[in-house]
């Protein structure tokens, strides 16, 4: 998924991805610690995502690109 700022946060990423439906379904995945990012379990739902971090979850995986970076 392409960002055209600097960061976007871990449970706005899962909604953007349509990975989930609300903020509040991406935070109980993230405190069931169901969220791998850069192949580490994430906890933090507000953790800034950059250009370059890799998201897994639900078997799926999703890397953050700069936008125009394909």
């Known amino acids: 998924m392409e ?3 600097e960061f976007i946060k871990l449970d706005s990423f899962l909604k953007a991805v349509n990975t989930v439906g609300s903020g ?3 935070k ?3 405190a069931d610690g169901q969220v791998l990012v850069n192949g580490e379990v994430e906890l933090r739902r507000g953790r800034k ?3 370059g971090d890799r998201v897994e ?3 799926h ?3 953050v690109e700069e936008e ?3």
């Open 49 to 51: 995502l950059r250009p």
């Open 61 to 63: 995986c999703y890397r």
């Open 28 to 30: 109980m995945l993230i």
């Open 68 to 70: 125009g970076n394909q």
């Open 3 to 5: 960002i055209s700022t």
């Open 24 to 26: 509040g379904e991406a």
């Open 57 to 59: 979850v639900a078997g």
